[in-house]
T-cell receptor, first 112, second 114 residues
């Protein structure tokens, strides 16, 4: 089965460092989503793209977070500078237009 | 703001019994609903979805029921198995467009007892 691939699976770093998370969506899926999951807030949508163009990033703290799709096979989520409150599991999901989203297994991020 | 919520945070069932997981939503404009299963250390896995023009949809061992009058959604799992133990999320979308932005509920932990 085709899968959404996320790297790294785990990341531990000190506050102030730049963090880059990567996602390879399923081939042919033209919509890509970034979510953050915490115990307190659950699953929150950060941003999503259609055909590599950002459609909505209102869920993302703009001052430190940025999301891009350099090409159709790669989506990135960057945090600079990172803070302890950014510790969470970050999920990428992809979908064809109008179809259910398929999730990757996430990047577990810990900011010390 | 409007949100999707779950009635029970935990549910324990005996292996072989049927499970029912409930979900309430508050956005009357929602026209698409979906259930995901999340196992420990993994991402949410699609189970079944339903559009607002339907009130019931069946899959393999699962059935989703939608009651738009009371804004309630349920997931029924027949003959629950140990592998069904996971957190189950309902999500809704108020977008009739193709982006399918989802708002997730807080999740129900299903535990299957031997």
């Amino acid at each position: 089965d085709a899968r959404v691939t996320q790297t790294p699976r785990h990341k531990v770093t000190e506050m102030g460092q730049e963090v880059t998370m990567r996602c390879q969506p399923i081939l042919g899926h033209n919509t890509v989503f970034w979510y953050r999951q915490t115990m307190m807030q659950g699953l929150e949508l950060l941003a999503y793209f259609r055909n590599r163009a950002p459609l909505d990033d209102s869920g993302m703290p703009k001052d430190r977070f940025s999301a891009e799709m350099p090409d159709a096979t790669l989506a990135t989520l960057k945090i600079q500078p990172s803070e302890p409150r950014d510790s969470a599991v970050y999920f990428c999901a992809s979908a064809p237009v109008g179809e259910p989203q398929h999730f990757g297994d996430g990047t577990r991020l810990s900011i010390l | 703001g409007e949100s999707v919520g779950l009635h029970l945070p935990t549910l324990s069932v005996q292996e072989g019994d049927n499970s029912i997981i409930n979900c309430a939503y508050s956005n009357s404009a929602s026209d698409y609903f979906i259930w995901y299963k999340q196992e420990s250390g993994k991402g949410p896995q699609f189970i079944i979805d339903i559009r607002s023009n339907m009130d019931k949809r069946q899959g393999q061992r699962v059935t989703v029921l939608l009651n738009k009058t009371v804004k309630h959604l349920s997931l029924q799992i027949a003959a629950t198995q140990p592998g069904d133990s996971a957190v189950y999320f309902c999500a809704e979308s108020g977008s009739s467009g193709s982006a399918r932005q989802l708002t997730f509920g807080s999740g129900t932990q299903l535990t299957v007892l031997p």
